[in-house]
């Protein structure tokens, strides 16, 4: 089953740009979903299809996805961003949708 | 307002059942294909099962098939997972989420514990 790795944790101060890599063989040629976990709270979709945002999300959530690795860019980083992040693919595996193990995200 | 309410976790022995529920409500229930979606706490996310708009096609994880079935109540804007022959790897928090057009997740709901254990 196709494998998505994702580091453990990611640290950055209030206002810098942070940067959440999701590994994965060839997933350029498929779409990245992203989903923010704050503590004690269900997943919230940030990001779909690479790099569009669903409405309410800020535009400071970006994404991007070429070769073997997919980024999601939070810019001017703030506390309230602090959370567990999850990339997200469809596979045409017998386990067709595939997560990440997650990064936690930590504003310094 | 968008609204998913999972009901019906709780602790189970080994080898138990229990019937999860998922009530929508704020969206047009039988317009989406739905999905269960698990997570052991303080761990990642794994999807467990995916039904079609009409309740016509399932899918299911292979870590669960055999065991667990889906199945929804359109008329009363309500999904379903039924879960036998419970094992301890399958205790975590069970949410509910709805199936975005090129597979992502949204919404979803706040989730429900289930804990397999003598």
């Known amino acids: 089953s196709y494998v998505l790795t994702q580091p453990p944790s990611v640290s950055v101060a209030p206002g810098q740009t942070a940067r959440i890599t999701c590994g994965g063989n060839n997933i350029g040629s498929k779409s990245v979903h992203w989903y923010q976990q704050k503590a004690g709270q269900a997943p919230v979709l940030v990001v779909y299809?690479?790099?569009d945002r669903p409405s309410g999300i800020p535009e400071r959530f970006s994404g991007s996805n070429s070769g073997n690795t997919a980024t999601l860019t939070i810019s001017r980083v703030e506390a309230g961003d602090e959370a567990d992040y999850f990339c997200q693919v469809w596979d045409s595996g017998s386990d067709p949708w595939v997560f990440g193990g997650g990064t936690k995200l930590t504003v310094l | 307002e968008v609204q998913l309410v999972e009901s019906g976790g709780g602790l189970v022995q080994p080898g138990g059942s229990l019937r999860l529920s998922c009530a929508a409500s704020?969206?047009?229930?039988?317009?989406?294909?739905m999905h269960w979606v698990r997570q052991v706490p303080g761990k990642g996310l794994e999807w467990v099962s995916r039904i079609s708009r009409d309740g016509s096609i399932a899918t299911y994880a292979d870590s669960v098939k055999g065991r667990f079935t889906i199945s929804r109540d359109n008329d009363k804007n309500t999904l379903f997972l039924q879960m036998d022959s419970l094992r301890a790897e399958d205790t975590g928090l069970y949410y509910c989420?709805?199936?975005?057009?090129?597979?992502?997740?949204?919404?979803w709901g706040q989730g429900t514990l289930v804990t397999v254990s003598s």
């Open positions: 299809d690479d790099s």
């Open positions: 704020g969206f047009t229930f039988s317009g989406y294909w």
């Open positions: 989420a709805g199936a975005g057009p090129r597979d992502w997740f949204d919404p």
